[in-house]
């Protein structure tokens, strides 16, 4: 899920962060590893209440637990009296509005000691492979090693600081934009909305091409995605670029697809946000980028440093 399907619910998330932080704890182990599952991501049953569950480990945003509602029904998790529960509308989580419940309760992965987390879930599921997601953040050990396999030969490691303390995001610095940075083993390729694409093709970084895809962050959601091409040699946060797209309208994605076929008159619909849009309209949501598998994949271990507040990757780019 940073960031711009995971934003909105980080909202909600770090309400509850302080009065979770405030449960005694035991002392987290120096070190925790975890090995991916043959889909790319890592996984761990978790213990919620009356259900063991089958849990997704996420990298890209900071607090929380995110459950499908068959899992909240399992483990018998009610929303907060009276104020556990609330609507928002314009979600990345599904059309119109969503309704959003929240509670606080004890995760307590496998091998691990229980810590107390805001938990939230929507009214259809949020994962399709597991029945909730964990933040890595959210794991009670000082630094947590994602084992992608084997190390090759020449392979380098690239150390990353994080954007503060306590949080999973990388910030870096893209022309004129602060960017929210992070890293999603669950797509395939590396994803961005419009206002980090717009940076990128200021600074002269990158360019649009005429192809449409679809970002899937949830089940049931597509959300259309244009093609970018980075200019050789484009890195970001110090990790090579690959496959990148940005996030567009479905208006604007009808009118691209239509002009690579020569046959558009379509006009850009005006309540949306497109990556030629001028900086100076504040419109919208935070520069976010996410870098996915066409990245991560060339790393065999993805390390997350609490006590250095940063990412380690030991990876080996062809």
């Known amino acids: 899920m940073n960031c711009g399907a995971t934003q909105a619910l980080a909202a909600l998330l770090l309400l509850a962060t302080p009065m979770a932080a405030q449960a005694a704890r035991p002392k987290p ?27 997704r480990i996420a990298l890209s945003y900071d607090q929380g637990l995110v459950l499908n509602p068959a899992a909240v029904q399992r483990a018998g998790v009610k929303p907060f009296p009276i104020i556990g529960k609330f609507s928002l509308d314009n979600t ?26 805001p938990i939230a879930w929507l009214e259809t599921p949020t994962a399709a492979d597991a029945d909730g997601i964990l933040p890595v953040g959210s794991l009670s050990a000082d630094r947590i090693d994602i084992v992608r396999g084997d190390t090759p030969p020449g392979s380098q490691t690239f150390v990353i600081p994080k954007k503060g303390k306590g949080e999973a995001m990388i910030r870096t610095r893209i022309g004129g934009e602060e960017v929210n940075v992070s890293l999603e083993l669950n797509i395939p390729t590396t994803v961005m909305n419009a206002r980090a694409g717009a940076a990128l093709i200021k600074a002269g970084m990158a360019s ?25 040699g484009l890195t970001i946060a110090g990790l090579p670029m690959r496959r990148l797209s940005v996030r567009v309208s479905e208006s604007e994605a009808r009118a691209i697809d239509a002009q690579a076929r020569g046959t558009s008159t379509a006009k850009d619909d005006e309540d949306t946000i497109t990556v030629a849009a001028d900086r100076k309209q504040r419109r919208g949501r935070d520069p976010w980028l996410l870098i996915g598998r066409d990245v991560l994949d060339d790393c065999s271990r993805i390390t997350f440093d609490r006590p250095g507040e940063r990412w380690v990757l030991t990876c080996k780019f062809g």
């Open 29 to 55: 182990p120096a070190a925790f590893t975890i090995a991916i599952s043959p889909n790319g991501n890592p996984y761990l049953p978790v213990m919620v209440k009356n259900a063991t569950l089958n849990i």
């Open 92 to 117: 990345p989580f599904a059309s119109g509005k969503t309704v959003i419940r929240f509670n606080l309760g004890t995760a307590t992965p496998q091998g691990l000691p229980g810590r107390k987390v």
């Open 208 to 232: 649009r091409v005429a192809e449409i895809g679809y970002w899937r962050p949830f089940p049931a959601v597509s959300l259309p995605m244009q093609s970018l091409a980075g200019k050789p």
